[in-house]
């Protein structure tokens, strides 16, 4: 090589390795200055290369020795699982929402009966006697009648079949889940009575006997014959009765009409009406809406148990699954494993290795 070549080629190397004092060596000749250089280069990849070998021999090494319960996938189970159980504590008892608003519906219903029961009894009664006792007259009573009886036989149905009566719905009728209601609406008997070892009613046989439906169901026919019979006809009654508001409070005197009063007690029809305010009929459908509320309750106290024995798995799950068997195991684990590699490094000899570099890169890894 010429002079100026090997000038250049030297203001390369200096470049490229600044760190290197060539200054110090300028009697020493470019050529062997180039030489350092490559087997410095070539000692630099080599230990890079060496660096990175033992990194991954390292890496598999401590893969392979990893424990379960300080795996990736093992915490990812667990946390899966403790996710599931948390929207399975929320959602399971969630179904026992609909049953109960089902209840409530039904029981609003039923309890509705025995207002409409009584309400008819006392409105016939005045429809008979018609002498102003009610603040209203026969056709706005006429008018009530109709009204009611009709709601009376609406709400029946919405109890026992289910269905919609106004805006309120009953998805699923007491025939379907109540055996209790069954029992006493359609069964032959009288559990409503202290003493049900007879269940006649006076001016009525047969009808005591043969369930509560049957009773009710006379009933309705009953006040609607009454109706027909006392009432004025059809196109005269008040077909927009709206109850109190529409009656007349304005009266001198409030005498008992007693030319009718002894018909509530000769007429079959109405003597059995007027029984029913307080008597089999009322305290039939009374023992239907206490049965009623009793499988509301016993709903809600499912859903309650339910409720706190899956809470209880779920808390039991995650102290014990995932802070006792993964959480301190895992932490225990690393201790063990710090306390090892503290002895390990204690007895290494690194004052035999033969230069800083591999001293430096043992005490970087750990």
């Not at 929402?97 to 009664?125: H, K």
Request: with cysteine; charged share 20%; proline share 3%.
């Amino acid at each position: 090589e010429s002079p100026n070549e090997s000038t250049d080629a030297l203001q390369s190397v200096t470049k490229a390795f600044p760190h290197y004092s060539f200054r110090k060596q300028a009697t020493v000749s470019h050529f062997q200055l180039i030489d350092q250089v490559h087997r410095k280069t070539r000692d630099d990849s080599a230990y890079r290369m060496v660096q990175l070998d033992l990194h991954l021999t390292l890496y598999k090494a401590v893969m392979m020795q990893n424990l379960w319960h300080t795996r990736t996938g093992t915490y990812v189970v667990a946390l899966l699982l403790i996710l599931f159980l948390s929207e399975f504590c929320f959602l399971y008892p969630v179904r026992k929402v609909g049953d109960l608003i089902n209840m409530a519906t039904t029981i609003n219903y039923a309890s509705r009966r025995n207002y409409l029961t009584q309400s008819l009894t006392y409105y016939t009664r005045e429809l008979v006697l018609d002498d102003g006792f009610s603040r209203s007259n026969k056709f706005q009573i006429a008018g009530a009648i109709d009204f009611l009886v009709n709601e009376l036989e609406m709400s029946d149905f919405a109890v026992r079949i289910g269905g919609t009566v106004g805006e309120i719905e009953i998805t699923k009728g007491a025939n379907d889940h109540s055996e209790v209601h069954n029992s006493i609406m359609y069964k032959p008997g009288c559990p409503w009575r202290v003493d049900s070892t007879t269940c006649e009613i006076q001016g009525m046989p047969g009808v005591g006997n043969s369930g509560l439906y049957v009773i009710l169901r006379t009933f309705m026919d009953m006040v609607r014959s009454s109706l027909n019979l006392y009432g004025p006809p059809v196109e005269l009654r008040d077909n927009n009765w709206t109850g109190l508001k529409g009656s007349q409070i304005d009266f001198v005197s409030l005498p008992v009409n007693m030319t009718r009063f002894n018909l509530l007690d000769s007429d079959p029809k109405l003597k059995f009406i007027m029984q029913s305010f307080d008597g089999d009929l009322i305290s039939g459908l009374s023992l239907v809406t206490e049965a009623l509320q009793i499988e509301a309750a016993d709903i809600l106290n499912v859903a309650v148990t339910e409720n706190e024995i899956l809470y209880a798995i779920h808390v039991i799950v995650t102290v014990l699954l995932f802070y006792i068997v993964l959480f301190r195991n895992t932490i225990y684990s690393a201790m063990r494993e710090v306390d090892k590699a503290r002895r390990f490094v204690i007895r290494m000899p690194l004052h035999m290795l033969p230069n800083q570099r591999e001293i430096d890169l043992v005490m970087k890894y750990f």
